[in-house]
């Protein structure tokens, strides 16, 4: 399962929470940061220039310029691209997707986070518009998280009239993961410590996180439930 994650509002801790649970399930992991702000780096590494992390169980393929120099460098160390059983490359750039086309890897869908403010939802309509006109926007099922979702006058129906006449796979509804102070607070204190912590998350946290999951991995609902108390009970690092 090869998934392409466009993350318009941050998502760095689920994409990690996704793959700790896919990890600990017995799967072989691998998550890719091609986003030019190296978001999920800043958690996971100090190393300056591109690395392979192990973290949380799984690996994490850090500041490397482009997928092709992610593969390369696997192949060097004796581990096949291929061989993963779940790959997330999280990117807000083309460039970064030089192998996606030929012979390079096929993802099977798309995963997307957005939220309801207006600069996020356009840039989220304006990444998918560039994927899709360099030709490298999946055609298979897509995920799309709403973040920091609150009563207001937006909602998902909005969020699917801009959606709707875009080239891409929309899902038959989408994942609210409401905003929470405490959770907030908890990712803050957590990026600095380089770790996820998830027994402090509230329980719509983990409840999404475990659909989310679902969806992205194809592992059963029951399985991902087990997991997170696993994961509970220590930090990622």
């Known amino acids: ?45 100090s190393e300056e220039g591109p690395s392979l992390v192990r973290f949380g169980g799984f690996d994490v393929a850090c500041l490397f310029p482009t997928l092709g120099s992610v593969i390369s460098h696997l192949e060097e160390m004796e581990l096949v691209f291929e061989e993963y059983e779940l790959v997330l490359v999280d990117t807000d750039q083309l460039e970064f997707l030089d192998k ?18 207006k600069f996020t939802l ?12 360099a030709g490298k926007l999946p055609s298979g099922k897509s995920t799309v998280v709403i973040r920091n979702a609150v009563d207001c006058n937006i909602d998902e129906d909005y969020v699917d009239m801009l959606l709707a006449p875009l ?34 998350m509230s329980r719509s946290y983990r409840k999404v996180l475990v659909s989310v999951a679902h969806e992205v991995t ?20």
């Open 122 to 133: 356009h840039r989220t309509v304006n990444l998918i518009r560039n994927m899709d006109a």
């Open 1 to 45: 399962m090869k998934r392409l994650c466009i993350g318009a509002s941050e998502h760095s801790d689920l994409l990690l929470g996704i793959c700790r649970l896919a990890a600990l399930a017995g799967k072989r992991v691998l998550l890719v940061d091609g986003t030019l702000s190296g978001r999920i780096t800043c958690i996971v590494a």
């Open 167 to 200: 080239p891409f796979n929309r899902p038959e509804f989408y994942r609210l993961l409401p905003f929470d102070e405490v959770d907030l607070a908890v990712l803050i204190d957590s990026g600095h410590q380089g770790t996820i912590e998830l027994r402090r």
């Open 218 to 237: 194809g592992e059963e609902v029951p399985i991902l439930k087990r997991m997170i108390k696993q994961a509970m009970r220590r930090k990622i690092r």
């Open 100 to 117: 996606l086309q030929g012979s390079g890897p096929k993802f099977d869908g798309l995963y997307i986070t957005t939220a309801y403010d």
